[in-house]
């Protein structure tokens, strides 16, 4: 898809009241597209509507929770009353969990796999048919990540989702390629968003190790405007997976050539994650 000149395309982002979102709506509007946003964070998305509406595009916002059915569907229904179908879909809305299998709770499960994982499958659910029934192609943009194909072990719950959202972005592309429809699996690595400050942390001392994940993000400075740009150059290429930053690509090479030390990797974290809780016991004991 020619993403230099979008004008007269809409384009719809979830979660795109901060982060990658709001970098990605932003970008499309300034290419001349037409932004459906929704989010949770009524407040957020107003600003980000008004950001939008001063690059003289057009906007449809509404508060919308990703993981539930019938607000999605309600939301599909508002879309389509105003346009036939969306041209670009990303579906973006997402959050983290930050903890060992055994440490993460089933109320964990149900909150990242209803966001991150189902969240996406409403977005596909409820717009690429409209696409197809269309018939003048589009693209599909699926937010999974470098834990999507490298596993970390601290992050199981997260890499599940992510790993399914990338599986998923793949077999659809198959399908929906006669349509004239793109679909990518964007794979971000370090990029400094709200979801890191905002992650469940269970295991050790959560404020804590939050705080310095806030930090490491904030250090490596990979802001969600240049991932914004990287989403546009995948869209244009029409690619399967893009990793996005360095070390996403660096990852993404030693997975497909060198698995065996993807596997060590993980195995050598793990086992410091548990030498540092141990640690962390023995000190508060």
Same mark, same amino acid.
């Given at each position: +898809?020619?993403? @230099? @000149?979008?004008?007269?395309?809409?384009?719809?982002?979830?979660?795109?009241?901060?982060?990658?979102?709001? &970098?990605?709506?932003?970008?499309?509007?300034r290419?001349?597209?037409?932004?459906?946003?929704? @989010?949770? @964070?009524?407040?957020?998305?107003?600003?980000?509507?008004?950001?939008?509406?001063?690059?003289?595009?057009?906007?449809?916002?509404? &508060?919308?929770?990703?993981?539930?059915?019938?607000?999605?569907?309600? %939301? &599909?229904?508002?879309?389509?009353?105003?346009?036939?179908?969306?041209?670009?879909?990303?579906?973006?809305?997402?959050?983290?969990?930050?903890?060992?299998?055994?440490?993460?709770?089933?109320?964990?499960?149900?909150?990242i796999? *209803?966001?991150?994982?189902v969240?996406?499958?409403?977005?596909?659910? %409820?717009?690429?048919?409209? =696409?197809?029934?269309?018939?003048?192609?589009?693209?599909?943009?699926n937010?999974?990540?470098?834990a *999507?194909?490298?596993?970390?072990?601290? =992050?199981?719950?997260?890499?599940?989702?992510?790993?399914?959202?990338r599986? +998923?972005?793949?077999? +659809?592309?198959?399908?929906l390629?006669?349509?004239?429809?793109?679909v990518?699996?964007?794979?971000?690595?370090i990029?400094?968003?709200?979801?890191?400050?905002? =992650?469940?942390?269970?295991?050790?001392?959560?404020?804590?190790?939050?705080?310095?994940?806030?930090?490491? %993000?904030?250090?490596?400075a990979?802001?969600?405007?240049?991932l914004?740009? *990287?989403?546009?150059?995948?869209?244009?290429k029409?690619?399967?997976?893009?990793?996005?930053?360095?070390?996403?690509?660096?990852?993404?090479?030693?997975?497909?050539?060198?698995?065996?030390l993807?596997?060590? +990797?993980?195995?050598?974290?793990?086992a410091?994650?548990?030498?540092?809780?141990?640690?962390?016991?023995?000190? &508060?004991?």
């Open positions: +898809m020619n993403v @230099d @000149d979008l004008s007269g395309r809409w384009a719809l982002v979830t979660g795109a009241a901060s982060g990658i979102g709001r &970098a990605t709506a932003l970008a499309l509007a290419r001349g597209a037409d932004l459906v946003i929704c @989010d949770i @964070d009524e407040a957020g998305l107003d600003t980000v509507r008004g950001e939008i509406e001063a690059l003289g595009r057009a906007v449809l916002a509404r &508060a919308v929770d990703v993981a539930d059915r019938e607000q999605m569907r309600a %939301f &599909a229904e508002t879309v389509h009353a105003e346009i036939p179908a969306v041209d670009i879909l990303v579906n973006n809305a997402g959050v983290a969990v930050s903890a060992t299998f055994v440490d993460t709770t089933l109320e964990d499960w149900d909150w796999l *209803g966001i991150n994982l969240g996406v499958i409403h977005g596909c659910h %409820f717009f690429v048919p409209r =696409m197809i029934e269309r018939g003048a192609g589009g693209h599909v943009v937010i999974s990540s470098t *999507g194909y490298f596993a970390v072990g601290t =992050m199981s719950a997260y890499s599940a989702t992510k790993f399914a959202v599986g +998923m972005s793949e077999a +659809m592309r198959g399908e390629a006669v349509h004239g429809i793109g990518t699996a964007v794979c971000p690595g990029i400094d968003t709200p979801i890191v400050g905002k =992650m469940r942390v269970r295991g050790g001392d959560e404020q804590e190790n939050r705080r310095l994940a806030v930090q490491a %993000f904030s250090r490596r990979y802001s969600p405007e240049r914004a740009q *990287g989403i546009l150059k995948a869209i244009r029409n690619k399967v997976v893009a990793p996005i930053t360095p070390e996403a690509r660096l990852f993404w090479w030693i997975v497909r050539w060198c698995p065996w993807a596997h060590w +990797m993980n195995r050598r974290g793990s410091r994650v548990a030498r540092e809780a141990e640690e962390a016991e023995r000190v &508060a004991g």
